[in-house]
């Protein structure tokens, strides 16, 4: 039996909605990180997710068998992020290095066996949403290069370079940041 | 090699995604080259600490939200007739994934389609029907919708806005259109809509009565199921009530007591 994630999708596109199911069970925690890592808001980030099946269902037509699911679904994950954050005004915390000089010892002491870890988490949330989402796609998703340009509509090249930025930005907050 | 794709190097090295010949020409590079080893380690440290990160678990809302908009739009596609293009889109799809076999169906399949289309065109009435009862789902979505925008869950909200072009009816004025929907609208697939709609204001009392009212109005068997089960799920003992009164009339025919005595055993009520 064809269980995989083309198939189911291409039979929602036939009218088999309910075949959806299955899809949500296999992407909807993956979803649900991902916009976690975007606001640490679950309300919304639990909204966000239901709000790209809705969207799947929507735009079912336009899915295109020979594309890979997460990839196109991805796409619209992004664009409900941008949508929904727009809509609701939220921006890009420009919290600055500088001001968080009370962060080692409000947060970081308390949690000493993640140390590394809370920080990498701070340097994400430091970073822009555009930066943030290629290292988030990189390293969280594990997509491949030629996933993310599909997903980002860029070239692989262009990926690649904007990826060496993100890396370069998201090292230099967590030396930062490291040494407060 | 220049550091963006050093860089894509690595995470495909880290991801297990090159061959043994590159992952060997890969460790050698690192073991031989000094000015390689700093960045992979920080790209590595990187990758191993996402890895600790634990995936967070979203609460029940998400899965019920989803589950509840899947069951809402599973039957608004079954009761929507499949346009003659829709059929022939997917059959041909079906067919390209036989090839060669499947072209060959095709080519006697496109000579039978020919004619067929002549008679379709020959016969449009069908089709405005079909686009005037689209246009009803679709005008009955943006009523649900225009009230899922005052509702408490941003979930709510946010599906509402995607869905509602241009609806600022009050909630009062959603169910009195549904209801009107329910009762008299002469399309079987309205009807059944408007009845499923209805059931998201169960708590109010004038939708139990126009569904209890609709289920005795109802001819179409189709149409009568779905009431019922919208009724068993707003008030199961008037269900059960409606039914036993329907079923000890002389007038219900033997087709919808069968029907009846279906819906109890698969209920189980």
Redesign the interface.
């Known amino acids: 039996m064809n269980l995989s994630d083309e198939f189911m999708m291409?039979k929602v596109k036939?009218?088999?909605?309910?075949r959806?199911?299955l899809l949500?069970e296999r992407y909807?925690?993956?979803l649900?990180?991902f916009f976690?890592k975007f606001s640490r808001d679950?309300?919304?980030?639990?909204?966000?997710?239901?709000?790209v099946?809705?969207?799947i269902?929507?735009y079912k037509n336009s899915y295109k068998?020979h594309k890979k699911f997460r990839t196109w679904m991805y796409m619209i994950a992004r664009n409900t992020r941008i949508d929904?954050f727009k809509?609701n005004k939220i921006s890009f915390n420009s919290e600055n290095i500088e001001s968080l000089k009370n962060f080692k010892s409000d947060e970081v002491l308390e949690m000493e066996e993640?140390e590394?870890?809370a920080l990498?988490?701070k340097a994400l949330s430091l970073m822009n949403f555009e930066k943030r989402e290629l290292i988030i796609m990189?390293?969280?998703l594990?997509m491949?290069?030629s996933e993310i340009a599909k997903v980002l509509e860029i070239s692989e090249n262009n990926t690649?370079?904007r990826?060496?930025r993100a890396?370069t930005e998201?090292?230099s907050i967590?030396n930062k940041i490291s040494k407060l | 090699m220049n550091?963006?794709?050093f860089?894509?190097q690595v995470?495909?090295y880290l991801?297990g995604?090159l061959s043994l010949q590159e992952v060997t020409d890969f460790e050698s590079l690192i073991a031989n080259d000094n000015s390689k080893q700093q960045p992979f380690n920080?790209?590595k440290?990187?990758?191993e600490?996402?890895k600790?990160?634990k995936?967070?678990?979203?609460?029940d809302?998400?899965?019920e939200?989803?589950?509840n908009?899947?069951s809402m739009?599973?039957l608004e596609?079954k009761s929507?007739p499949?346009t003659f293009f829709?059929s022939v889109s997917?059959f041909f799809?079906n067919i390209l994934q036989h090839k060669p076999a499947g072209q060959l169906a095709m080519l006697t399949v496109v000579v039978l389609i020919s004619g067929y289309i002549g008679f379709q065109l020959n016969s449009n009435a069908s089709g405005q029907n079909e686009i005037v009862l689209n246009q009803e789902v679709e005008k009955l979505n943006q009523e649900v919708a225009s009230l899922q925008l005052k509702s408490a869950?941003?979930?709510d909200r946010?599906?509402a806005?995607?869905?509602l072009n241009s609806s600022n009816l009050k909630e009062e004025s959603i169910i009195k259109n549904l209801i009107n929907k329910l009762l008299y609208d002469d399309n079987m697939h309205v009807r059944m809509a408007a009845g499923k709609s209805l059931t998201l204001f169960k708590n109010h009392l004038q939708v139990k009565t126009a569904i209890l009212k609709a289920v005795q109005l109802e001819k179409e068997l189709l149409v009568k199921a779905t009431l019922i089960d919208a009724l068993i799920e707003i008030d199961r003992e008037a269900a059960l009530e409606e039914i036993y009164r329907i079923y000890e009339s002389e007038n219900t025919s033997p087709e919808m007591k069968a029907l009846y005595k279906e819906i109890v055993e698969t209920k189980s009520i």
């Open positions: 291409q036939e009218g088999e909605v309910e959806l199911a949500f909807h925690l993956e649900y990180n976690l679950k309300d919304l980030s639990s909204d966000l997710t239901q709000n099946f809705y969207r269902i929507k068998s929904a809509k993640q590394s870890s990498l988490k990189s390293f969280y594990e491949p290069t690649r370079v990826f060496h890396l998201l090292k967590y | 550091n963006d794709f860089e894509q995470l495909e991801k995604n920080e790209i440290t990187i990758w600490l996402t600790t990160e995936l967070e678990t979203p609460d809302s998400l899965r939200g989803f589950y908009m899947l739009h599973t596609e929507k499949k829709q997917i799809n869950s941003a979930s946010i599906q806005v995607n869905n």
